[in-house]
């Protein structure tokens, strides 16, 4: 953690004496800065701490891009952000969670490129010959490959990318492609993409240590390109009717996805995004943060917005959602999204990012056959008699709208919706169902009469033995007696 000393004299004192953190407190602002990329170049993260910081955001990103180093491992606080929620937490309190973010963030697994026509000086050169051609991207990082490969039928963050940046299994970033507006992150639905900075989990930790200071007051989150941040400090002036607002700074919007929305809602954070007109034109990625803040509308109001007037009005009243308390964070529980639904009353409604998950099935498609409960990661479908009747059974509670279940089926019976209906809402729900086929020896349930006539007839049109067609309507003892008892009768030919 650096400190320029400079207009906060008194506070760089406070921080030293107060965090447990490393702390360093510098009189010059080019020494804190040098200290900082050096700090970056370890691969240790640097919140910078000082007046005016995010004016000299851009010098610092081009001091990081001259030198080939990773600029996703910086933060800053603007001591004016202390101002805009004075109300409600301490200078100190930010600070932690500020850091408590970054310490989560990715930034040490981004991606580069070696780029040779990148222009370098002689001097940074010689002394960095290994990394001087470095380019760090705002480009999505893959947690496990292994992880993803498992699921081999999910295709969600190439379907999401608008601009096929995506290609593989586990998927690879084409870098001269890619724009990083992180749209493909939303779609993953076992969060195994993330951006380099304020993916989900640090996100989270971040409301969370504010919200542990902070008690139970709603509270406003204000989610901004790091580009027009300048802009928001010279506009929003601290010292109008507001004081509990915290900042976000993202690369693109786009890295808010609707999880980050549903994450701040169920914390108590209402959240404003905002995005100057001229950087929205040229980004895919304001159109879609759009949508997502429009799905969720029934819950909270998620303004998106290029104009700081809008923000002041807004800021100046009280937000309008609730804080939860007793739900489990979206990155350990991707279910999560179940409880804030439930508690806004919420009767139907539909995502375009696996927030949660409705299994639609067509009955007369459907063979009741357990391929979808057999593969299902998550358990939310089982085969269950009653009676006369074998059902396929849903549970969206359990449900994180994967699709393996719609890959998998042979039948092309099962469709999976980002959607909430409440009906499904209550537990096991039959979504399919046939009459139960029985051993015709002894009577035991073997499976759905509709897939076994399916497979006879299968096996007729290949001209199968008649033997083994009758075997379909055995249980497994039967068979293996019907085995026996041909096997017996064969070496009884035999011998006579």
């Not at 139960?436 to 499976?447: E, F, Q, S, Y």
């Amino acid at each position: 953690m650096l400190v320029w000393r400079e207009g906060i004299e008194d506070l760089a004192d406070e921080i030293v004496q107060k965090l447990g953190y490393p702390v360093k407190v510098f009189d010059n602002k080019e020494d804190m800065i040098s200290e900082a990329l050096r700090t970056a170049d370890a691969g240790a993260p640097a919140l910078l701490i000082f007046k005016g910081a995010w004016n000299d955001w851009e010098l610092i990103k081009n001091r990081t891009l001259k030198v080939g180093v990773n600029r996703f491992l910086i933060d800053l606080i603007d001591p004016v952000e202390f101002n805009y929620a004075r109300d409600l937490i301490d200078p100190i309190g930010l600070i932690i969670a500020k850091y408590t973010a970054l310490l989560n963030f990715m930034a040490h697994k981004a991606l580069y490129r070696t780029n040779p026509n990148k222009p370098v000086d002689r001097r940074t050169l010689l002394l960095r010959p290994h990394t001087a051609l470095f380019e760090y991207l705002p480009a999505p990082i893959l947690l496990s490959s292994d992880a993803c490969a498992k699921w081999k039928y999910c295709n969600a963050c190439i379907e999401a990318c608008p601009f096929n940046a995506l290609e593989g299994k586990p998927p690879s970033v084409k870098l001269d492609v890619c724009t990083g507006c992180g749209l493909c992150t939303a779609a993953c639905p076992f969060g195994l993409l993330y951006m380099p900075q304020y993916n989900l989990k640090s996100f989270e930790m971040f409301l969370s240590t504010l919200r542990s200071r902070i008690g139970s007051t709603p509270a406003w989150v204000l989610v901004a390109c790091r580009d027009s941040l300048t802009r928001i400090k010279e506009e929003l002036n601290p010292d109008e009717s507001f004081s509990r607002l915290f900042i976000v700074p993202v690369e693109c919007p786009g890295w808010f996805t609707q999880f980050h929305m549903v994450s701040a809602i169920l914390q108590g954070f209402q959240p404003v995004i905002y995005c100057d007109a001229e950087t929205a034109e040229r980004c895919g990625g304001v159109a879609t943060v759009k949508k997502w803040s429009d799905e969720l509308s029934a819950i909270a109001d998620i303004h998106v917005t290029d104009d700081v007037e809008e923000i002041k009005r807004l800021v100046a009243q009280r937000p309008k959602v609730q804080v939860l308390e007793g739900v489990p964070m979206l990155h350990q529980d991707r279910t999560a999204t179940l409880s804030l639904l439930r508690a806004y009353g919420v009767e139907k409604a539909s995502f375009s990012a696996p927030l949660v998950g409705v299994v639609d099935v067509n009955d007369e498609k459907c063979m009741v056959c357990d391929a979808c409960s057999n593969m299902c990661p998550f358990q939310a479908l089982r085969i269950r008699y009653d009676g006369d009747k074998r059902n396929l059974e849903f549970n969206m509670a359990k449900c994180t709208a994967c699709g393996i279940c719609e890959a998998v089926c042979p039948y092309n019976a099962i469709k999976v919706n980002y959607s909430y209906d409440k009906d499904y809402d209550e537990g096991w729900r039959v979504v399919a169902s046939d009459q139960v086929a029985r051993c015709r020896r002894c009577g035991k349930p073997i499976g759905s009469m509709k897939y076994l006539k399916y497979l006879e007839k299968k096996l007729k049109e290949s001209g199968a033995d008649p033997w083994v067609i009758e075997q379909l309507w055995l249980c497994q003892e039967c068979k293996v007696k019907a085995l026996i008892e041909r096997q017996m009768l064969g070496n009884k030919g035999d011998s006579e």
